[in-house]
């Protein structure tokens, strides 16, 4: 599975950007899949989530009401909609698919190059 982040960019605070990710390979194994980011000299955190149907996401509570992950399975896409966005918002944003494979389900994780968002006061 090979995953491809675009969209990322410069903003002013209280703007809006749209990332995507375009997943490729083996497409079918994939299950949910998420966004994260990581700040300079922080861990990286969980923004989003969203499951193989769509129907069910979750947020961390810091993006809650302001970001809205959605998954077009027809283009094997995620996309990440952030408004309202903050100097806090400001990272890398790495979108990760988990992947089931061989009988026994094995579980893998894929990650993607990652996309900057900078988000200026």
């Known amino acids: 599975v090979q995953l491809v982040e675009s969209g990322g960019g410069l903003v002013q605070a209280g703007g809006s950007l749209r990332l995507s990710c375009a997943a490729s390979?083996?497409?079918?194994?994939?299950?949910?899949m998420s966004w994260y980011r990581q700040a300079p000299g922080k861990q990286r955190e969980l923004v989003a989530t969203?499951?193989?149907?769509?129907?069910?996401?979750d947020y961390a509570d810091s993006v809650k009401g302001r970001f809205t992950i959605s998954r077009d399975n027809a283009k094997k896409t995620i996309y990440l909609q952030m408004n309202s966005l903050k100097p806090e918002d400001t990272a890398v944003y790495y979108c990760?698919?988990?992947?089931?494979?061989?009988?026994?389900?094995?579980?893998?994780?894929?990650w993607g190059q990652g996309t900057q968002v900078t988000v200026s006061s």
């Open positions: 969203i499951t193989s149907s769509g129907r069910i996401t």
């Open positions: 390979g083996s497409t079918y194994a994939i299950n949910d």
């Open positions: 990760n698919a988990e992947a089931f494979f061989g009988n026994d389900h094995e579980r893998y994780d894929y």
